[in-house]
């Protein structure tokens, strides 16, 4: 038999419920999605393809762009134009201008520190910042994540960007296959280089990941990135694995006043999902093919331009002849023990 029609087009909130189905939790986010990251069923969701600012949730769509063009093993001297434009009150990592660093090194600084400096030296690398927001574009239409506009590829709130809770978990999704993003995503700290030659600590700043701040960690949590601004609020992407189950969850912008809200709504909905594991039938699917809206997937595709002016040409393409020095990553980890210190909660 057919697999039941989507639902996950349609306003509200969607559940099918067999019997001795746990109820589903009453949140506040904007939009929610709660799916099996094996299989690709939705189990339930609220206004999955409502279009919200993602916040560095979109860093997830970044680093599924970017990461497979640039082996994590190079070496690349920052020059101080890479960190030009980078917005106001944005999370940073500590990238230092004329000082070499390791793609991985700028990876760590993506994934844990949420750094919108690593994001632009990273984009330099893989041919601009316009190009960057381009590829990911595309490689959101490829995807099937039809809702998702990009302007600012590290997150940073721009007009007109935007994503929904249905695309941030098919780019959640898709990260879990890849095992570098995977590991990037679960990784709780690492070490830095510093200005001086040295290196400081960075602990991930997915409170859900770490227990921070009086979060309580989430027992078999593995990612994936959390985000932050003034104008998109707090939102989430949250992957855990359970006897043998993966779900993968996404929070966008709740209105409670509760503080950590974000993560405890994620929890709600991870507890729920597990519990709810042979008791709802799915309501939706993160593939493609099973969840293209109405009039087909042309009705909703973005028009990127591939024109682009004579002074931008050199910005188009690929810059491995800037890259130098590339080597191979390895050695032990380097076990680092810190003190947790939260300051001011920046853009991320």
């Not at 989507?6 to 099918?16: E, K």
């Not at 134009?81 to 600084?109: C, F, K, M, Q």
Request: glycine content about 10%; proline content about 7%; charged content about 25%.
């Amino acid at each position: 038999t057919d697999a039941p029609a989507s639902l996950l087009y349609r306003p509200g909130t969607h559940v099918r419920p067999r019997a001795g189905a746990p109820e589903v939790p009453d949140l506040s986010a904007r939009s929610w999605l709660i799916a099996d990251a094996d299989t690709g069923a939705v189990l339930a969701a609220h206004d999955a393809h409502r279009r919200l600012p993602p916040a560095s949730t979109l860093k997830t769509l970044f680093a599924l762009t970017v990461m497979p063009a640039l082996p994590s093993g190079i070496r690349h001297r920052v020059d101080p134009e890479e960190l030009e434009g980078i917005g106001p009150g944005s999370s940073l990592v500590g990238v230092a201008e004329n000082r070499t660093y390791r793609v991985s090194d700028l990876w760590n600084g993506v994934f844990l520190n949420s750094g919108n400096d690593a994001v632009h030296v990273l984009a330099a690398l893989n041919g601009g910042w316009r190009v960057t927001a381009e590829r990911m574009e595309e490689k959101a239409r490829a995807l099937g994540a039809r809702d998702t506009r990009v302007k600012s590829p590290d997150g940073y709130d721009a007009p007109g960007q935007v994503s929904s809770a249905f695309d941030l978990a098919v780019f959640g999704r898709a990260g879990l296959r890849s095992p570098e993003f995977a590991e990037y995503c679960a990784r709780a700290e690492a070490a830095f280089p510093a200005r001086d030659g040295g290196s400081y600590p960075i602990v991930n700043t997915n409170r859900l990941l770490t227990g921070a701040d009086g979060v309580a960690p989430y027992r078999g949590l593995i990612g994936v990135k959390n985000g932050y601004t003034s104008h998109a609020g707090n939102t989430l992407v949250a992957a855990a694995r359970r006897d043998g189950r993966t779900l993968v969850a996404t929070v966008m912008n709740p209105r409670s006043d509760e503080g950590h809200a974000v993560y405890e709504e994620a929890r709600d909905l991870l507890d729920w999902g597990f519990e709810a594991t042979g008791r709802v039938s799915p309501v939706g699917s993160l593939d493609a093919l099973r969840s293209a809206p109405p009039g087909g997937p042309e009705a909703d595709a973005v028009a990127v331009s591939a024109s682009a002016s004579r002074e931008d040409d050199s910005d188009e393409r690929p810059v491995w002849w800037t890259i130098t020095g590339a080597g191979l990553l390895g050695g032990a980890g380097v076990a680092v023990y810190l003190r947790l210190r939260w300051g001011p909660v920046p853009k991320d």
